[in-house]
């Protein structure tokens, strides 16, 4: 395997979330030398440890004399980041270089520069990194109209017309499975991991056709629990399912007579993809890191 860490990065990568922080230190062919991952989320750090984190994991790519430039997206733009990269208003294109926000740093070997946010005023609705991965579809597939759905902890579905982002929505989706797996009644009836196919195609289909039994078709699943012994995995997939269905429903007259395009890590997108399917809607899946790089190196060209 080559060792990068002696070769000179041109510039830097940076997706920084809530939670997780990746950095790709980018060649001089536009491809990733290495993939560097960090906890050091924004949750988990006070703003004056934004500089110390970047110089600890670039240490290697940091030269005297030479500054190099770390263009970010994602949550550290937040109110509660690094430093309030301001939304720009929907429609918009994707943000770029060009309404990026610079960060002061006391270090001169490193400039920092992070792209703005999108927001949407009716109805009201917000988005942060998810617009550098819309920039990254758009890259890769020049001229796309169509929808393109971002899953995740808040789901993003995202209507782009003639290279700009015309409206989205966001589903609570995600949070939502993770709050009734660890502090519903749920807790003692669904299990922490592992996945059951059938369950959770048929967990779509309920949410779908019944939306507005949701609380009801969610405590069944409780109540087979204790008279039934229904398995915890089948119980964990019915109400993924179900919260899916009911999204995916939801979206309909978005995606309805549309190819929807799916960025996100393998299962989760895979699960959209299966909820599509079963509402008989075309879906296509990309790799969300290519689509990330792809986003902020179109970013990035703006700067040459």
């Known amino acids: 395997m080559t060792d990068h860490t002696n070769i000179s990065a041109a510039w830097v990568a940076v997706d920084w979330g809530t939670s997780h922080l990746r950095l790709w230190p980018m060649g001089e062919n536009g491809r990733p030398l290495r993939r560097i991952d960090s906890d050091k989320g924004m949750a988990s750090l006070a703003r004056e440890d934004y500089e110390k984190t970047l110089l600890v994991l670039l240490e290697p790519y940091i030269e005297s004399g030479r500054t190099l430039n770390v263009l970010c997206c994602g949550m550290v733009g937040s109110r509660q980041g690094w430093c309030e990269a301001p939304y720009l208003q929907a429609p918009c294109a994707p943000p770029g270089f060009d309404t990026a926000t610079r960060v002061e740093t006391s270090d001169p070997r490193i400039e920092v520069h992070v792209l703005s946010g999108v927001k949407q005023l009716h109805p009201a609705d917000v988005m942060r990194g998810e617009e550098t991965q819309i920039a990254g579809v758009l890259a890769l597939s020049p001229g796309l109209s169509g929808v393109i759905c971002l899953p995740g902890t808040h789901t993003k579905w995202v209507l782009v017309e ?49 939306p507005q039994l949701l609380g009801n078709l969610l405590f069944g699943l409780r109540a087979e629990a204790l008279l039934t012994d229904l398995d915890p995995v089948e119980a964990r997939s019915r109400a993924s399912g179900l919260l899916l269905g009911l999204e995916v429903s939801g979206m309909r007259p978005l995606w309805q007579g549309k190819t929807t395009i799916l960025v996100g890590e393998s299962d989760i997108a895979q699960a959209y993809a299966t909820a599509l399917a079963i509402e008989n809607a075309e879906a296509r899946v990309l790799d969300a890191e290519q689509v990330t790089l792809a986003g902020l190196g179109a970013a990035r060209a703006q700067m040459t």
């Open 162 to 210: 003639d290279g700009e982002i015309r409206q989205f929505s966001t589903f609570l989706t995600g949070e939502l499975f993770q709050l009734l797996s660890a502090s519903s009644v749920l807790r003692h009836t669904l299990a922490k991991d592992s996945w059951n196919s059938a369950a959770f195609e048929a967990g779509c289909r309920a949410g779908s056709q019944s």
